[in-house]
């Protein structure tokens, strides 16, 4: 059975950087055309749509902020006529007002072409049968997964979010072999099949799963629990068209963004200057056709580094390590500024632990002293008369690594909370007494 392609009819760097120039010309003229907001913002910076003459020209342009899309709700950057809008996506508005987008048609078009090429990427074909397990409705996740299945032709099962007994009858009772949520979720629905000891009706072979960071030890935990399945990592965000624009390649050592829809910078987020090749930054991304609320220089806030070079894969397309965290959820802690996932990747180097913990963090009123509590879970079936052991361990790796003393509890494998949705380990009491 021949099966479409949706990766790009080009074949090297040459013909992409060609691509990206024509791209970023019309992005900038149609966004100084189209909206009052970027035509303001690009003549404060000198800037004409005449000025573009190469890619390096991009850092000419101004960055575009998450503030800006909220200071200009409820149709921020909008570059075309409202009849042009035909659909609009928010994101869950956790830090003020949501961040809503508007959608050509065109734009939905281009949105499920790249969501079918993470789906060829990730090896998936018309007779697989694809378990939907993210939201629906305003938010873009849903529509996103269950299109881009569609212009596959793989079969669409949209369970959707929750409701774990529905997702377990509709895996044995239709047998789907692609399983697509947050890692929380599969990790949620990998330890049901296992304690309901059903892992035989089973059929999930692929788990494409984004929204979050997951450590080593949760995507080896998920595999193991699903029988051997494949992991993939999805990225995405509601204001770059949604999940979808890029994905972890069969090899598993990177994500292969769509050079050929956005560019992707890396700056410092403290000096805004971009950095070399290899080096940790926050994503910064510029559309290259996207219509009605396009992008120039939008800071995400995500934390990765551009991988040069060629891909074991075979693929030409540019590639980005897995999301590292967010330049504005860094912990200070005793002077030092810590990502969560730099802990996620000290707890997974070191054996007997499982892959949930939460981290705890205090100040004393007396001394002003910040203080840091790990739990975290012992791996199923490890001895509890390790505890003392694993204890010293995890205080002398988070010593070592990170130059910070901490206190460390070890607690029952599945004794954390599961969730259907995201994980939330950080529990900051310095600033507030919610979750952060």
């Not at 749509?49 to 503030?67: K, M, N, V």
């Not at 998920?222 to 999940?243: K, M, N, Q, V, W």
């Not at 995201?422 to 600033?431: G, H, L, T």
Request: charged share 25%.
């Amino acid at each position: 059975m021949h099966q479409k392609s949706f990766m790009p009819a080009f074949t090297d760097e040459q013909a992409l950087a060609e691509h990206q120039l024509k791209g970023l010309k019309w992005t900038v003229r149609h966004a100084f055309e189209g909206s009052a907001f970027y035509r303001e913002r690009l003549e404060a910076a000198d800037v004409s749509p005449e000025s573009i003459q190469s890619l390096e020209d991009i850092t000419r342009l101004p960055f575009t902020t998450a503030d800006d899309l909220r200071e200009f709700y409820p149709f921020p950057l909008r570059s075309v006529p409202f009849e042009q809008i035909v659909r609009i996506h928010a994101s869950s508005g956790t830090t003020g007002k949501r961040k809503i987008i508007g959608y050509t048609q065109k734009d939905l078009d281009d949105w499920i072409h790249f969501f079918a090429r993470c789906y060829e990427m990730a090896g998936v074909t018309p007779l697989d049968r694809v378990q939907i397990a993210v939201g629906y409705g305003i938010w873009t996740a849903g529509m996103g997964f269950q299109l881009g299945c569609e212009k596959i032709g793989a079969m669409a099962v949209p369970v959707g979010p929750g409701n774990v007994d529905m997702h377990l009858q509709f895996m044995q009772d239709v047998r789907s072999t692609v399983f697509c949520s947050t890692a929380s979720m599969a990790l949620l629905m990998a330890e049901e099949i296992h304690r309901r000891g059903i892992a035989d009706k089973i059929s999930i072979n692929k788990i494409i799963y984004g929204s979050e960071r997951s450590s080593r030890s949760m995507r080896r935990k998920i595999s193991e629990l699903f029988g051997g399945a494949e992991l993939f990592d999805i990225t995405g965000l509601t204001e770059l068209y949604g999940p979808g624009t890029g994905i972890e390649c069969p090899d598993h050592d990177c994500i292969h963004y769509w050079g050929d829809y956005y560019i992707l910078e890396v700056i410092d987020p403290a000096t805004l200057q971009p950095v070399p090749d290899g080096e940790w930054g926050e994503m910064v991304v510029t559309t290259l056709c996207k219509e009605a609320a396009p992008l120039i220089r939008y800071r995400t806030r995500d934390i990765t580094r551009i991988i040069p070079g060629p891909c074991t894969c075979g693929s030409f397309l540019p590639r980005h390590s897995r999301i590292k965290g967010r330049s504005d959820d860094t912990i200070k802690y005793r002077g030092v500024n810590i990502y969560p996932s730099t802990i996620d990747t000290i707890l997974s180097a070191i054996p007997g632990l499982g892959s949930e913990y939460q981290m705890h963090l205090t100040r004393d009123e007396d001394s002003g002293k910040d203080f840091m509590m790990l739990k975290i879970e012992r791996g199923e079936g490890v001895d509890a008369g390790r505890t003392a052991e694993l204890v010293h361990e995890i205080g002398y790796q988070v010593k070592k690594q990170l130059l910070v003393s901490i206190q460390a509890e070890l607690v029952d494998y599945g004794a954390l909370p599961r969730t259907e949705r995201k994980s939330q380990r950080v529990f900051d009491s310095r600033i507030t007494d919610e979750i952060v």
